[in-house]
């Protein structure tokens, strides 16, 4: 490993050089030494790559093959992840959570294999401590690095970028936000766990009174109901009367997410889009955020049905 | 052709995880005993580039009452599956006395265990383990690998952490590569389009083999080669047996070869090494 800090180092012969990509192709870097030459537009060192890989852990709803978008900014590392135009997921890592942020005042943002990525991180496995982590990234054209030291063991990685697509733009600020919810997470996940999950849809109904959860199926119907003032609720906000119905499979990575997250704020806006922001306490005493969108099943919006 | 022995009682646990090892490995293993040892051969499918595992434990460190004949040089060779003697040695958990023994029942040969436990009252348990006989011909073409010698030896790194980084690579792709030289430091990488990972340690030891002058630390001796990671991180089950010793053997060009060691038990892995 060189002595210099600021950067990811190429040991002797040992580098990672990865998979560089161009556009939407793939090519290895074969000249080392043209690796080595190039500056680093970005470098960021935290001490303990555990608690990045919890936060992003939120973002994972794939077994394998999951792709997300990075982008790098001088506020710090958002990860973004979507399905088609009804979902998506963002966690923030915050420049504070790191030791050290050199951003070079270039912002840049590209997509990854997430899946390996989480991989990379979770190297030494769930029991390792003390796992350090540095990340670099030379361009566009070059890998995204990764190095995790523990012990004795220094890895390096080098993950293929993938040109990005415009992401989604829910503008959610940009219809009324009618209702708003702060619960605890474990309530929330209790609620949504008793659910029947082989169903495909469900509702949420929010109401003056009461939150409901409902889903109908093949194997009959469920409902949750908590009263306004029920205990669960750390505030709760209604302007109107709604009910929306969701597909579960997209409500499912934030509710998953739950399990890390000590509460969550949920809204809804006028056309029934609804937003989860889950806050979650680092290791370090830190807060960090993650949140999903998921947009309404067309036919109920502000269905005044009871 | 006669055998019996009794299962020392604090040593059920030990022979209860060498079978688990190999057993995570393949079900069907040889069994091999001798006055002296007791081996559990893997060597199936050797020339399509299949790994080999053999294994050996003195048979004093296990048993008591150990006594084998045989018109074979008082040797005996048997083919079993190791599931189902798993099954009997879990019977034998803090069982006050496990015996067993090579039995025929209607002309069918079985390893039969008698186990007895001590509880509110004495219970016994007998498990016959079935087994197929292997005649001296048979088992004369079980011939251990013979290799030149390696091109670097070293001491592999901890591996309750390397199980989880080669379990993390196992997702990357097929092949390993494996380089080590003879200044303490070892690297394992795997790639694909999406990803390169490679791990590496310095600081490892060089093992002192037995009757050979120490090594001489050489940093410009090193060797590598490319092995299915698949059957590589077969390996790393090894340390259920809390080995003392694991060493790493580079033979350039041909296999990456494995040694297990726990005082009176080895254990070898031959890994072939895949040439792309």
């Known amino acids: 490993m060189s002595d210099d800090d600021s950067q990811l180092t190429n040991n002797n012969g040992g580098s990672a050089s990865g998979a560089g990509s161009v556009g939407n192709h793939t090519t290895q870097n074969s000249g080392k030494g043209d690796e080595e030459q190039q500056q680093f537009q970005f470098v960021c060192k935290i001490d ?20 997300a978008t990075l982008s790098i900014s001088a ?13 998506q997921g963002n966690a923030f890592l915050q420049q504070e ?14 997509k990854i294999n997430f899946s390996l990525l989480l991989d990379c991180l979770n190297i030494y496995g769930s029991g390792a ?12 054209g070059h890998p995204l690095l990764l190095l995790l030291e523990q012990g004795g063991a220094t890895t390096h990685c080098g993950l293929s970028t993938l040109d990005s697509e415009q992401l989604n733009n829910f503008n959610f600020r940009g219809h009324n936000i009618v209702n708003k919810v702060i619960m605890e997470a474990p309530f929330l996940k209790e609620a949504f766990d008793e659910l029947d999950w082989s169903s495909t849809n469900a509702t949420i109904t929010l109401s003056p009174n009461d939150f409901r959860l409902s889903t109908a199926g093949a194997s009959g119907s469920c409902q949750v109901d908590y009263p306004h003032d029920s205990e669960v609720f ?32 949920m809204r809804l806006n006028e056309i029934g889009l609804l937003s989860f922001q889950h806050m979650i306490e680092n290791e370090d005493k830190n807060i960090s955020f993650v949140d999903f969108f998921v947009a309404p099943l067309e036919e109920d919006m502000n269905d005044n049905e009871d | 052709m006669r055998f019996k022995a009794r299962v020392l009682p604090d040593k059920a646990t030990l022979f209860q995880r060498v079978v688990s090892t190999v057993l995570q490995i393949s079900k069907e293993c040889v ?22 595992v053999w294994s050996g434990i003195a048979s004093n460190c296990l048993f008591e009452d150990y006594a084998i004949e045989s018109l074979n040089n ?15 040695l879990k019977s034998g958990q803090d069982a006050s006395e496990m015996l067993f023994k090579l039995v025929k029942k209607n002309g069918v040969p079985y390893l039969s265990f008698v186990i007895e436990k001590q509880g509110q009252q004495t219970m016994s348990i007998v498990q016959d383990v079935p087994i197929s006989m292997l005649t001296q011909v048979q088992f004369s073409s079980y011939i251990e690998p013979h290799l030149p010698d390696p091109d670097v030896q070293i001491m592999m790194p901890p591996l309750k952490i390397l199980r989880n980084v080669i379990d993390k690579m196992k997702n990357v792709g097929e092949y390993l590569s494996i380089w080590a030289n003879m200044a303490g430091e070892i690297r394992f990488k795997v790639e694909s389009d999406m990803v390169t990972i490679q791990t590496s340690y310095r600081n490892l030891d060089h093992p002192q083999i037995e009757g050979k002058s120490p090594p001489r630390v050489n940093p410009e001796l090193e060797a590598e080669g490319k092995v299915r990671v698949k059957q590589f991180s077969k390996f790393l089950y090894s340390y259920q047996v809390l080995p003392n010793n694991v060493v790493c053997c580079i033979v350039e060009g041909k296999a990456v070869v494995i040694h297990i060691l726990l005082d009176d038990l080895y254990m070898t892995y031959y890994i072939p090494m895949v040439v792309l």
Do not use: W
Not at chain 1, 101 to 110: N, T
Not at chain 2, 74 to 88: G, K, M, P, T, V
């Open chain 1, 48 to 67: 303990n790559a555990r608690i990045l890989h919890n936060i992003l852990s939120a973002l994972a709803y794939k077994k394998d093959g999951q792709m």
């Open chain 1, 75 to 87: 506020n710090g590392l958002k990860f973004t992840v979507e399905e088609s135009n009804s979902f």
């Open chain 2, 74 to 88: 008082n040797e005996i060779a048997f083919e079993i599956s190791l599931d189902h003697l798993q099954r009997a």
């Open chain 2, 31 to 52: 069994i091999h005993l001798t006055q002296t040892k007791m081996q559990f051969i893997l060597a199936a499918e050797i020339t399509e580039g299949g790994m080999q």
């Open chain 1, 129 to 140: 401590s003390f796992v350090s982590l540095q990340i670099g990234y030379r361009g566009y």
């Open chain 1, 234 to 265: 750390e505030s709760f906000e209604c302007k109107s009367h709604q009910t929306n119905t969701y597909k579960l499979a997209l409500l499912s990575p934030a509710i998953k997410a739950l399990s890390i997250a000590q509460k969550t704020q």
């Open chain 1, 97 to 110: 959570l790191f030791q050290e942020y050199h951003f070079s005042s270039k912002h840049e943002q590209f």
